[in-house]
Nanobody
């Protein structure tokens, strides 16, 4: 069974930065990727970034390219998402999940999700 626990969210100023962490346990290598997803109020959950569990390949949504960076620490079984240049007035709950991705999308698979961590950006 896969377990995912996110941390690192919190109120941030416009233009500020945060690093989110996703501590993973269980059979995560059964899945090709771990992804970060976000859900804003009243909107569907969207794929933000994914990283392969087997190599260094990654995916970024167009809206975050150049501002967010995903990375993985295999020794700690943790996936990170560095958020920079956060935009004012934006708020969302960020989730990590087992995923797949291609050149145009990152999507959850397997139904494994963390509890989410809130990232509100002051306006």
């Amino acid at each position: 069974q896969v377990q995912l626990v996110e941390s690192g969210g919190g109120l941030v100023q416009p233009g500020g930065s945060l690093r989110l962490s996703c501590a993973a346990s269980g059979f995560t290598l059964d899945y090709s990727a771990i992804g970060w997803f976000r859900q804003a109020p009243g909107k569907e959950r969207e794929g933000v970034s994914c990283i392969s569990t087997h190599d260094s390949s990654t995916y970024y949504a167009e809206s975050v390219k150049g501002r967010f960076t995903i990375s993985r620490d295999n020794a700690k079984n943790t996936v990170y998402l560095q958020l920079n240049s956060l935009r004012p007035g934006k708020r969302a709950v960020y989730y990590c999940g087992t995923a797949e991705f291609n050149a145009s999308n990152c999507y959850g698979i397997g139904g494994n999700w963390g509890q989410g961590t809130k990232v509100p950006v002051s306006s």
